[in-house]
Every structure is written in C-alpha cells, then in structure tokens.
C-alpha cells in the first residue's frame, strides 16, 4: 500500500492519520508540490487532478481524502467502528464528511492556504466563514457530544479535525469554543493518532 502525501496538506492528514488509527503498514511517498511533482504526467496517471492525497492498494487508486477514509474504514476495521453499519449513523458521517469538504475547506482549510500559499481567497472571509461554522454548527453540537457521530470516534471526527485544529497559525482563536477545543483534545489522545504539523514545522524541516 501507498500514500501519496505531502506533510503540509490536511487534507493527505486524513488518509495518513486512518492508516495509523488502524496501525497499517504502508510506504509513504512525499510529492514534492514546490517543484510541481504533483502535475507531472507520472503522478497524474494515478491522479488526474494533480492533489494530494493518494492512496495505492494493489489495484484499487483512489484520488480523494474523504474517499480514501471510507475505503480504509470498510477495508481495514472489521469492527465497523469508524463507519456505522447504521443506517442513520452512516448518514450522519456523510453529512460531517461533506461539511469537512465544503464548510472546512471554504473557512479553516481556506484561510490557512490564503495565508501561506497565496491561494486567491479572500483571507477575512475565511476567518468570518470559521467562527460562522464554529458558532453555528461546530460548538453546539459539540456541547451534547463527545463526538461529531454517535458515542465514538468515526471517520467524520478524522476528516474534521485537521483544518480546525490548525487555525491557531493563521492567527483564528479558538478560545470561545471550548467544546470544539476539548473535541480537538480527544481525538488528539487517540492510540496512534499523529497530531497534524503546521506549516512552519514542515517548511522549517524542508529548509
């Protein structure tokens, strides 16, 4: 098995930080995006659209976070824990998962690249759209939960946390939303789960 990865990118922390939740062995390949690796006829045979992640299991290639994390889920846990065989249950991870790819990604995930790598989004939009979603969606919830699906960690917790658990360097406090910040807590002191770097740690470690 193989992840292509780059240590900057929440959305490749999602696939790296299931394949240690589930303590598989797996080679991890760094695309080197500085210099354009990702767009290189090579890697885009297994991903058309340049990103990362991508996860290569024997024959099966899948180009997506939140696709590689129910792949894993219903591959790799027999137990069924990180994606309910419940019906309702499954239904609900679905909606965390769309919320981490459309809500997350405008406002925490947002930010965070407007900041560093000048992606054209408008950075106090970003800031405004991640207290919108704290205050609206995250910390009620989180007041009546200790997880964002049923009585456990599920996939949805792990597509979530990557973004909002980084807002600190793109200088968005989390200090109102103390249930979001203990969520943040827990899944952090999950057996095997690496706690996602920022962006000065990894370009100080490239450097």
């Given at each position: 098995?193989?992840?292509?990865?780059?240590?900057?990118?929440?959305?490749?922390?999602?696939?790296?930080?299931?394949?240690?939740?589930?303590?598989?062995?797996?080679?991890?390949?760094?695309?080197?995006?500085?210099?354009?690796?990702?767009?290189?006829?090579?890697?885009?045979?297994?991903?058309?659209?340049?990103?990362?992640?991508?996860?290569?299991?024997?024959?099966?290639?899948?180009?997506?976070?939140?696709?590689?994390l129910t792949y894993l889920a219903l591959q790799y846990d027999p137990a069924r824990s990180w994606l309910p065989n419940d019906p309702e249950l499954a239904g609900k991870v679905q909606e965390w998962l769309a919320?981490?790819?459309?809500?997350?990604?405008?406002?925490?995930?947002?930010?965070?690249?407007?900041?560093?790598?000048?992606?054209?989004?408008?950075f106090d939009w970003a800031v405004e759209k991640t207290h919108m979603l704290m205050k609206t969606l995250f910390e009620p919830h989180l007041a009546q939960n200790d997880w964002l699906v049923g009585t456990a960690?599920?996939?949805?917790?792990?597509?979530?946390?990557?973004?909002?658990?980084?807002?600190?360097?793109?200088?968005?406090?989390?200090?109102?939303?103390?249930?979001?910040?203990?969520?943040?807590?827990?899944?952090?002191?999950?057996?095997?789960?690496?706690?996602?770097?920022?962006?000065?740690?990894?370009?100080?470690?490239?450097?």
């Amino acid at each position: 098995m193989k992840l292509y990865d780059h240590p900057v990118s929440g959305h490749a922390h999602r696939a790296s930080a299931m394949l240690s939740l589930l303590g598989l062995d797996y080679e991890n390949v760094i695309v080197d995006l500085q210099s354009g690796a990702h767009k290189q006829p090579e890697y885009l045979k297994l991903n058309p659209l340049g990103q990362v992640p991508t996860l290569q299991d024997g024959d099966v290639v899948l180009r997506d976070s939140t696709a590689i994390l129910t792949y894993l889920a219903l591959q790799y846990d027999p137990a069924r824990s990180w994606l309910p065989n419940d019906p309702e249950l499954a239904g609900k991870v679905q909606e965390w998962l769309a919320t981490s790819v459309k809500e997350v990604f405008e406002g925490p995930c947002g930010a965070r690249i407007s900041k560093f790598f000048g992606a054209p989004i408008d950075f106090d939009w970003a800031v405004e759209k991640t207290h919108m979603l704290m205050k609206t969606l995250f910390e009620p919830h989180l007041a009546q939960n200790d997880w964002l699906v049923g009585t456990a960690p599920t996939i949805a917790d792990i597509a979530n946390y990557g973004y909002i658990a980084a807002t600190s360097e793109t200088g968005i406090s989390l200090a109102d939303y103390p249930n979001v910040r203990a969520w943040l807590a827990r899944i952090e002191a999950l057996n095997g789960f690496p706690k996602i770097k920022t962006v000065a740690e990894v370009m100080g470690n490239a450097a």
